[in-house]
């Protein structure tokens, strides 16, 4: 239920990650809120999260349940030129550069109305987190409950437009290089760890030469590496970072939350075995603090009292249960045992017959869209004809109609129709079976039999389609498609599997499967979904690698340092069409972001960033 809010996969990479995965009320994401600043894509099980620069892999829609915003995506770039301080800066008007601005303080700031103190909010997820460790991780839960416990971003997202700000919860100031080459943030006073020590300079400095070491395996360390020179604490107080290129989402890079230098140092990074910090972590920077994890069944936080970055929240405590079940959750939502969950399309219906609860709809920032994945490393999957007539055959119509009843619109590429960056003359793969049939009679296919024989006369094989068995939407994909394609002769096997145990099967040797449907939670910045492409199986785990893919990142680069809206805009029409042309993924359906929250409730106003983006500090009950 770490969706109701935002947007990693804070990921940070920028991965933009992921995040990078969501469908309307089909990605992976999960219900459980984040709150760290995220650069990257997420692997997700349910809807939306906190403030994330990454994409994310996601097992629902989107949602507003959720307290990550993909941070390090934003539209465009704003460069502060100057030192300014929040108390000295106009709002609205600090400075304006490549067709942004940075807005103070935190803009567009909203609270709920006061509520009653005290109390416990019960969420739900549809599948447990892999680690509480922000950098080992891409998937949406572990980066939704990661933003409960961990803050200190120096990114933040403006929650009208989704635009880009400098966090001023926890900087008084930043200036930047002439050359756009140096950020120098100056740190507030009075932050504060969980344990009463201050948070310096130094616990930023520690934490990014950890998570970029290429030996601990942040996913999204690539994203950072290309672009970050170097991050430095010339004091307690201040921290610089050097950029090897201006880039337009520079400030991104900033996007990393700290750890807590004085617990952490001496320990083992990666191994929970060996280091307690990883998943029972005593020392936080977030507004809750972890009290019991009770793998595949419930993970409860409680208020920290010490929080300074967030204010100290109003409820005693969060309850996020593992329910698998959507249907499961939507009973337990009406009979009163869950206060507010993330929602797929094929629980839409029965969720808004509850008397005490209302139903959230809204398109995000932070967009959530599905598709169904290729796995290149098949010898007949890498003919682009082939995958063409699997477009052709695909009703993607029929599933923004049928499967999810509307509540999502069509998708072409990674940009989504609703994005100021989305290219109109994007090709579009309507369905026409007639047509799927003559571009492989035209490709030297032919069937006898029934069954599907190549150019070489090869008969195509029995293909795996996967999917996480929790999602019903998915199921319907692979079902709609598993009967259109046995009409061009291929056979497809379904194969749910269970969450974590479908990601280890699409990340990891020997990658058994043709097809896997999945959705992507992105961050706001479409420019930054190259952290995708470029992140290795835990992201692109189809590997596609082709003579485009390689002009796609290409372009990907040269949008992230074109400062020039128009200009930008033109690289992204690029790689939206070449993109499209070489499918990497057949993409379906842009998800509209369903919740539902129980009327005992009092939560944040609604926003494109959903209602939990303050990270559950202001909801209180009745």
């Known amino acids: 239920m770490t969706k109701l809010k935002k947007l990693h996969l804070t990921l940070v990479a920028l991965l933009i990650l992921a995040s990078l995965l969501a469908a309307c009320g089909d990605s992976t994401t999960t219900t459980a809120p984040t709150t760290a600043a995220s650069t990257t894509a997420a692997i997700s099980n349910t809807a939306g999260s906190a403030i994330s620069t990454t994409a994310a892999i996601s097992n629902t829609a989107g949602s507003a349940i959720s307290t990550t915003v993909a941070t390090a995506a934003t539209k465009t770039a704003a460069i502060i030129t100057t030192t300014t301080t929040a108390t000295s800066a106009v709002p609205g008007e600090i400075y304006d550069a490549g067709g942004i601005s940075y807005l103070d303080p935190r803009p567009n700031y909203q609270k709920a109305p006061a509520g009653n103190k005290g109390g416990n909010l019960n969420l739900a997820a549809a599948s447990d987190a892999k680690s ?7 998937d949406a839960t572990s980066t939704d409950w990661q933003g409960f416990i961990y803050s200190g971003s120096f990114y933040d997202v403006d929650l009208k437009s989704g635009t880009p700000t400098v966090n001023f919860r926890v900087a008084d100031a930043l200036k ?11 740190l507030k006073d009075g932050l504060k760890w969980s344990d009463g020590k201050p948070i310096t300079s130094a616990d930023y400095e520690w934490t990014y030469k950890q998570a970029l070491d290429p030996a601990n395996n942040y996913p999204y360390v690539k994203d950072f590496t290309d672009v970050l020179e170097s991050v ?68 409860t936080f409680v208020r920290n009292d010490n929080s300074t970055i967030w204010p100290v929240p109003q409820l005693e405590s969060v309850t996020v249960q593992i329910v698998s079940s959507r249907t499961v959750q939507v009973q337990k939502l009406k009979a009163g045992e869950l206060d507010a969950i993330d929602l797929n399309a094929t629980e839409y219906d029965e969720a808004k017959k509850a008397t005490n609860a209302s139903v959230l709809e809204y398109f995000s920032f932070q967009a959530s869209w599905s598709f169904i994945g290729f796995n290149f490393r098949r010898s007949y999957l890498q003919d682009l004809e082939l995958r063409k007539a699997l ?28 994005s100021g960056l989305y290219n109109p003359q994007t090709p579009k793969y309507e369905y026409n079976i007639e047509k799927a049939k003559s571009t492989l009679t035209a490709a030297g296919y032919k069937v006898e039999g029934g069954k599907l024989k190549d150019k070489a006369g090869n008969e195509i ?13 998915r199921e319907g994909i692979a079902t709609v498609v598993q009967q259109s394609y046995k009409e061009l002769g291929i056979e497809l096997e379904i194969v749910p599997l269970e969450f974590q145990t479908y990601l280890e099967k ?52 040269k949008a992230n340092q074109e400062f020039d809206v128009a200009k930008r805009k033109e690289i992204m029409g690029q790689i939206q069409v070449l993109t499209a042309q070489d499918l990497p993924y057949v993409f379906i359906y842009q998800a509209k972001n369903l919740s539902g929250i129980s009327n005992k409730l009092v939560t944040s106003p609604t926003t494109g960033l959903g209602v939990s983006y303050n990270v559950y500090t202001d909801w209180s009950l009745k």
């Open 176 to 186: 930047v290089s002439a050359d756009k080459l140096t950020y120098t943030f100056t």
């Open 132 to 138: 509480l460790h922000p950098y080992l991780t891409t």
């Open 506 to 557: 699409l990340q990891k040797d020997p990658f058994d499967y043709d097809f896997y449907v999945l959705g992507w939670r992105s961050t706001v910045t479409p420019e930054t979904f190259d952290q995708v492409w470029k992140g290795g199986p835990s992201l692109n785990m189809g590997a596609w690698d082709t003579a485009v893919s390689k002009q796609v990142l290409d372009l990907y680069s």
């Open 461 to 473: 094989p029995k293909l795996k389609i996967l999917f996480n068995s929790d999602n019903k939407v």
């Open 391 to 418: 477009a052709y055959a695909t009703p993607q119509k029929d599933i923004v109609d049928k499967l999810v009843l509307g509540l999502g619109q069509a998708i072409y590429s990674s940009v989504p129709q609703s």
């Open 232 to 299: 430095t604490a010339p004091d307690a107080k201040t921290v610089v970072f050097k950029l090897k290129v201006a880039d337009l989402y520079g400030i991104a890079k900033t996007g990393l939350v700290p750890l807590p230098k004085h617990i952490w140092e001496g320990k083992n990074w990666g191994d929970a075995t060996q280091n307690a910090e990883i998943n029972s972590p005593t020392v936080v920077s977030g507004p809750w603090k972890l009290k019991e994890w009770k793998r595949g069944q419930y993970i």
